[in-house]
T-cell receptor, first 111, second 109 residues
Framework: DAGVIQSPRHEVTEMGQEVTLRCKPISGHNSLFWYRQTMMRGLELLIYFNNNVPIDDSGMPEDRFSAKMPNASFSTLKIQPSEPRDSAVYFC?????????FGPGTRLTVT | AQRVTQPEKLLSVFKGAPVELKCNYSYSGSPELFWYVQYSRQRLQLLLRHISRESIKGFTADLNKGETSFHLKKPFAQEEDSAMYYCALSGTGANNLFFGTGTRLTVIP
């Protein structure tokens, strides 16, 4: 099992551009989480889904961020338009119980 | 509101010395507490969970409800313990986790 898969692993974009991050959870897991990691704030939960339904998006910074989970095997996190302060590592995690399994992360740099 | 505080961003200890990574929390109900670890070039992974009350890789953590703490301890640090450690909290029966800001542990040979 490859575990949680995220793509791309690295993304460099210019301010104002749209960025889409992708995640494939572990098969059979029913919860999916998106996190943002920065030096100053550590790991912040942005949004999580249960059975493909968004449960809590209170961590989404602002309307520029949106997330979807069209089916049990795929989720996207979109930032439009991107800003330099969005630069961070974005993690996706999935679970079927208390333990969350993390992907390798996407390092986003917005110049 | 829930909060997890890890007061030390960086912690260095010598190999063989005891290590304690501090974690304090605030939560109005009965929380579940976890420690997650990220070794260099590896994914973030669960280290231990307070309900299990087990020792993993020589690490233990006891939930102290009076002091609202869940400190991670190991009596003799090893070089392979060098990593980023995150304390995390979830509400009973909840799926989502709230993480602290993390502590980077360096074990000096």
């Amino acid at each position: 099992d490859a575990g949680v898969i995220q793509s791309p692993r690295h993304e460099v974009t210019e301010m104002g551009q749209e960025v889409t991050l992708r995640c494939k959870p572990i098969s059979g897991h029913n919860s999916l989480f998106w996190y943002r990691q920065t030096m100053m704030r550590g790991l912040e939960l942005l949004i999580y889904f249960n059975n493909n339904v968004p449960i809590d998006d209170s961590g989404m910074p602002e309307d520029r961020f949106s997330a979807k989970m069209p089916n049990a095997s795929f989720s996207t996190l979109k930032i439009q338009p991107s800003e330099p302060r969005d630069s961070a590592v974005y993690f996706c995690a999935s679970s079927y119980g208390y333990e969350q399994y993390f992907g390798p992360g996407t390092r986003l740099t917005v110049t | 509101a829930q909060r997890v505080t890890q007061p030390e961003k960086l912690l260095s200890v010598f190999k063989g010395a005891p290590v304690e990574l501090k974690c304090n929390y605030s939560y109005s109900g009965s929380p579940e507490l976890f420690w997650y670890v990220q070794y260099s070039r590896q994914r973030l992974q669960l280290l231990l969970r307070h309900i299990s009350r087990e020792s993993i890789k020589g690490f233990t953590a006891d939930l102290n409800k009076g002091e609202t703490s869940f400190h991670l301890k190991k009596p003799f640090a090893q070089e392979e313990d060098s990593a980023m450690y995150y304390c995390a909290l979830s509400g009973t029966g909840a799926n989502n986790l709230f993480f602290g800001t993390g502590t980077r542990l360096t074990v000096i040979p």
